[in-house]
T-cell receptor
Framework: KQEVTQIPAALSVPEGENLVLNCSFT??????LQWFRQDPGKGLTSLLL?????REQTSGRLNASLDKSSGRSTLYIAASQPGDSATYLC????????????FGKGTKLSVKP | NAGVTQTPKFQVLKTGQSMTLQCAQD?????MSWYRQDPGMGLRLIHY???????DQGEVPNGYNVSRSTTEDFPLRLLSAAPSQTSVYFC???????????????FGPGTRLTVT
């Protein structure tokens, strides 16, 4: 069964710290991987999309990497800010461009001022 | 562009009632899907569609019905609401053909449903 796991489930860091969120997946035959942010009571906001042929994507203070052979992706957040506090979700697409996303359960990040 | 819109934002139903959750997108995306999000369970796929007239079941389809008569709209129908269907429902869309752009998936703001 294709599964996506995110560890840790929750993380608390002081403002300014660099941090890494982890995502692992059981089947390496992915089509793409997407990182989302979800604020309490809100929808999902797409942060970064990595195609299976790519190794990393960057947007501002965010950098996502992909290692298909080991079944892992990381989301690196530089110089964290209280506004980064949210739940971060990793989702993997299998089955080509018409495939469906399989989600991890998320990492709840709290950045303390 | 409005992106993906969902109505209503909140809904309370009594057991046995039926209702339709609306979802619309204005990005000309072929692929649309419905998820439910429950504490401790994450997001689970209910139904999806790869184009007008084509729908298929996801992981948790029981008790839900969908149709896709236009590219823009993908309504989710609850046939006879049960307390187990209390959840937050999200609609999503993306391109799915090789002629499209990025296959990034976009989500709506969600509908919070309570069944008593």
């Amino acid at each position: 069964k294709q599964e996506v796991t995110q560890i840790p489930a929750a993380l608390s860091v002081p403002e300014g710290e660099n941090l890494v969120l982890n995502c692992s997946f059981t089947d390496s035959a992915i089509y793409n991987l997407q990182w989302f942010r979800q604020d309490p009571g809100k929808g999902l906001t797409s942060l970064l999309l990595i195609q299976s042929s790519q190794r990393e994507q960057t947007s501002g203070r965010l950098n996502a990497s992909l290692d298909k052979s080991s079944g892992r992706s990381t989301l690196y957040i530089a110089a964290s800010q209280p506004g980064d506090s949210a739940t971060y979700l990793c989702a993997v697409k299998y089955g080509g461009s018409q495939g469906n996303l399989i989600f991890g359960k998320g990492t709840k990040l709290s950045v303390k001022p | 562009n409005a992106g993906v819109t969902q109505t209503p934002k909140f809904q309370v139903l009594k057991t046995g009632q039926s209702m339709t959750l609306q979802c619309a997108q204005d990005m000309n995306h072929e692929y649309m899907s419905w998820y439910r999000q429950d504490p401790g369970m994450g997001l689970r796929l209910i139904h999806y569609s790869v184009g007008a007239g084509i729908t298929d079941q996801g992981e948790v389809p029981n008790g839900y019905n969908v149709s896709r008569s236009t590219t823009e709209d993908f309504p989710l129908r609850l046939l006879s609401a049960a307390p187990s269907q209390t959840s937050v429902y999200f609609c999503a869309s993306s391109y799915s053909s090789h002629l499209g752009g990025s296959y990034e998936q976009y989500f709506g703001p969600g509908t919070r449903l309570t069944v008593t």
